[in-house]
């Protein structure tokens, strides 16, 4: 079946300026997490969404970076006037649920602030 | 959170086993450990888990130490489609039996296979 997938792949925008990126999780999971790679190193953890209890936000590194997610389906995470540093890849995990044992990654979405 | 600890890098020849090792001295009883992996320019995949009793897959083979301080991912003949970042990760047990909540990424050890 289809798996997680992530819009865009890649993209570029200008110093100050807002984007969007948008994760479309494997149908019926109710868990969803964002992570943040910048280049050469692991994984952070942003944020996660479990069926319709409040997200934990406990990963987000500043007000700039907000995130939805509408019911158990597809989620958007926001960054406001994007910096430099906020340059990453932008991942999408989703689970069954929030026991599940595997996180089906999606491929990403490569963010690059000018 | 309790950490681990694993090599920067390894290096195996193709169709030999691979031992991948990983410190976790702080672990708790209830720490399940897990191991993803990365391949180049993708997301993690999962690879394996387990708690206490050595595990085994279509994937690869998880030894897991008597003390539990430590554990060994085994990749039984290395393919070149082996060649990635190897995370060793633990996450505690939740009370609905599974393990919960978001992954902790440390560095992990890239693996490099020679044909």
């Known amino acids: 079946g289809a798996g997680v997938s992530q819009s865009p792949s890649n993209k570029v925008t200008e110093k100050g300026k807002d984007v969007e990126l948008r994760c479309d999780p494997i149908s019926g999971h109710t868990a969803l997490y964002w992570y943040r790679q910048r280049l050469g190193q692991g994984l952070e953890f942003l944020i996660y969404?479990?069926?319709?209890?409040?997200?934990?936000?406990?990963?987000?590194?500043?007000?700039?970076?907000?995130?939805?997610?509408?019911?158990?389906?597809?989620?958007t995470l926001t960054i406001?006037?994007?910096?430099?540093?906020?340059?990453?890849?932008?991942?999408?995990?989703?689970?069954?649920?929030?026991?599940?044992?595997?996180?089906?990654?999606?491929?990403?979405?490569?963010?690059?602030?000018? | 959170d309790a950490k681990t600890t694993q090599p920067n890098s390894m290096e195996s020849n193709e169709e030999e086993p691979v031992h991948l090792p990983c410190n976790h001295s702080t672990i708790s009883g209830t720490d399940y450990i897990h191991w993803y992996r990365q391949l180049p320019s993708q997301g993690p995949e999962y690879v394996i888990h387990g708690l206490t009793s050595n595990v085994n897959n279509r994937m690869a083979s998880l030894a897991i130490a008597e003390d539990r301080k430590s554990s060994t991912l085994i990749l039984h003949?290395?393919?070149?489609?082996?060649?990635?970042?190897?995370?060793?990760?633990?996450?505690p047990l939740s009370v609905g039996g599974g393990s919960q909540g978001n992954l902790i990424f440390g560095k992990g050890t890239k693996l490099s296979v020679k044909p």
Request: with cysteine.
């Open chain 1, 49 to 75: 969404f479990q069926g319709n209890s409040a997200p934990d936000k406990s990963g987000l590194p500043s007000d700039r970076f907000s995130a939805e997610r509408t019911g158990e389906s597809v989620s």
């Open chain 1, 80 to 114: 406001q006037r994007t910096q430099q540093e906020d340059s990453a890849v932008y991942l999408c995990a989703s689970s069954l649920d929030r026991d599940s044992y595997e996180q089906y990654f999606g491929p990403g979405t490569r963010l690059t602030v000018t």
């Open chain 2, 77 to 91: 003949r290395a393919t070149l489609r082996d060649a990635a970042v190897y995370y060793c990760i633990l996450r």
